[in-house]
């Protein structure tokens, strides 16, 4: 409306009659013809004065809906729609054993992929001796992440839900002497940190921050009161075969004894 300084001092500088003609002749017209919407037989009118009112003539111009969401077939042309027989060429099957949807490509990418990670595993199982894969391991993350994924999808087939684990692949793991159970394998995990510790210090009393963390810590003091229940003849999480695990490396289960004794003789 205007282009510079100059131009609005001349508009504070004209009458105010004047100054209402100027600000008149600024605004754009409004639009009031809607013949391309072909409405000029609604209501008898042939034009409007807001927008709004545009909307609401090409809002009854859409297909009308009945109570309970479905078109009513009078006022809907379903000769556009394509036919649930052109859809189902789009949709690809699950021919596959492993239960996933994809196609022979992708089936054969993932089952590559989980070739892979199962040779790496046995790989980490001749290093260390065990299949014990730490949650968080720097070395192969994919790896402690597929691990994890397989106690996860071999529980939903316990649980007769879908899985991606077959019968295949779950006879090899199992073969290699792969620990299902996610309880069992994070109490392993924590003894190999402890059997580390012991090979380190000659001892097992882990102090409270061992390597930045207190998880070591708390695990072994959380042994101490399962030992407790097993003694006492309660319900517990620690089996002999555990307690004969932790005696193996001198594991401590009355630090605090211990020390009393040692500090009277």
Known sequence: MFRDLGDLNQLYSLPLNTLTVVSSSTVPPRRTSISSYGSSSLSGESSVDTYEDEFDIMLSKLPLLEDNGEMIPEQTNHSSFPSMESLKVLVP???DGSGTCCTKRSRKYQTGQWNDRYQELLIFQRQHGHLFVPHSYPSNQKLAQWVKRQRYQYKLKQNGQHSTLSIEREELLSSAGFIWDSHAASWQEQFQMLEHFFVAHGHCNVP????????????????????????????CTLTQKRVDCLNSIGFNWCPRKNHQSMYRS
Not at 215 to 233: E, T
């Open 93 to 95: 099957s699950r021919n």
């Open 208 to 235: 409270t921050r061992y390597q930045g963390s207190t998880a070591l810590n708390v695990w072994c003091k959380h042994q101490r009161k399962q030992y407790k229940l097993f003694q006492s003849g309660l319900c």
